[in-house]
T-cell receptor
């Protein structure tokens, strides 16, 4: 299995809703990522989990809450979002920091979020 | 600020022609990667070139790296309509043989359109 699976593909939510985005990989990768991408812009890093521990938080507002239940799963919990949070949310994974290697990311297809 | 800056921002060519995209960056790097993104989908890793390499080939792709000029180019030969996508360079700011950074920095991307 060489895929990163994201669900749902599309999500529409109101500003008072609580929802979650889910990501799963079975490649044995030890690092998992959340990126946010607005239209015609590059992906922006939000969070990185390395060996199931949060290693990077790019000063993301607390209305986004990541969770890594195990090495294969990554969630992004959403609460009290704003319309400007509407974007494509991309999950990625990588083998992790190998002494002789470079960090190559495998991305999921993304979850398109619309906040009304 | 974005490490990588691609140019051109948009490129439109005819099928069969070659497409060249450039990426400039600001700090020293461990490696530079190119990713492709079809509209509204996840990114797909294409090719990686390490800082001690000058040129690399993969099928119809040719990547060059000039660390003295802090620039890279991606050449797609004999383009096809299926090559239509956005192409992003991503730089890894860690040191060579340090194991790769979890904090890849994506450039703004080049939108390539290949007309049949």
């Amino acid at each position: 299995d060489t895929e990163v699976t994201q669900t749902p593909k599309h999500l529409v939510m109101g500003m008072t809703n609580k929802k979650s985005l889910k990501c799963e990989q079975h490649m044995g990768h030890r690092a998992m990522y959340w990126y946010k991408q607005k239209a015609k812009k590059p992906p922006e890093l939000m969070f990185v989990y390395s060996y199931e521990k949060l290693s990077i938080n790019e000063s993301v507002p607390s209305r986004f809450s990541p969770e890594c239940p195990n090495s294969s799963l990554l969630n992004l919990h959403l609460h009290a979002l704003q319309p400007e949070d509407s974007a494509l949310y991309l999950c990625a994974s990588s083998p992790g920091r190998l002494p002789s290697g470079a960090n190559v990311l495998t991305f999921g297809a993304g979850s398109r979020l619309t906040v009304l | 600020s974005q490490q990588g800056e691609e140019d051109p921002q948009a490129l439109s060519i005819q099928e069969g022609e070659n497409a060249t995209m450039n990426c400039s960056y600001k700090t020293s790097i461990n490696n530079l990667q190119w990713y492709r993104q079809n509209s509204g989908r996840g990114l797909v890793h294409l090719i990686l070139i390490r800082s001690n390499e000058r040129e690399k080939h993969s099928g119809r792709l040719r990547v060059t790296l000039d660390t003295s000029k802090k620039s890279s180019s991606l050449l797609i030969t004999a383009s096809r309509a299926a090559d239509t996508a956005s192409y992003f360079c991503a730089t890894d700011p860690s040191r060579l043989f340090q194991g790769g950074s979890e904090k890849l920095v994506f450039g703004k991307g080049t939108k390539l359109t290949v007309n049949p």
